[in-house]
């Protein structure tokens, strides 16, 4: 259900100048999962030479919001309402993540939002080392509403 503009954005999202300064890109995008990826580099780095925190934050800010609302199309409303992350060790390297909302989960959003009212889902994501070590831990509650 994607417009003109979201593919657009899907295409150009890595040069958004806060991921370009972070290293964020982008590696793969289709209808429901997109995966991310940051090289640590002297812009994202802290200074015991690790990735910065808010780095690790923003690779995944905007992810579960952008999937959902392309799925459910222009009638539906779709934000970031609160976010929290969980660090659980130093991320060295490149580290990635993996966004997926499986479609029945979009379908349930779809019927759930049908008569007008909010719906909060929640989202998580894991931040990962390239050995698929677990680096940090990221939950998302998004607001969903259908347009009146």
Same mark, same amino acid.
């Given at each position: 259900m994607s417009t003109g503009w979201q593919r657009f954005q899907e295409q150009f999202i890595n040069f958004y100048p806060p991921f370009l300064g972070a290293g964020i890109r982008s590696r793969k995008i289709d209808a429901n999962t997109v995966r991310v990826e940051m090289?640590?580099?002297a812009l994202n780095r802290n200074i015991f030479g690790v990735h910065f925190g808010g780095s690790l934050y923003a690779l995944c800010d905007p992810w579960f919001a952008l999937i959902l609302l392309r799925e459910l199309g222009s #009638?539906?409303?779709v934000w970031d309402k609160a976010a929290s992350i969980q660090f659980l060790q130093p991320g060295r390297g490149?580290?990635? %993540?993996?966004f997926h909302i499986p479609q029945d989960r979009i #379908? +349930?959003?779809r019927l %759930? %939002? +049908?008569s007008g009212q909010k719906i909060e889902p929640t989202f998580s994501v894991d931040v990962v080392d390239p050995n698929g070590g677990l680096i940090a831990r990221v939950d998302k509650l998004l607001y969903v509403r259908r347009k009146k």
């Open positions: 090289k640590l580099t #009638d539906y409303i490149t580290v990635s %993540a993996t #379908d +349930e959003i %759930a %939002a +049908e």
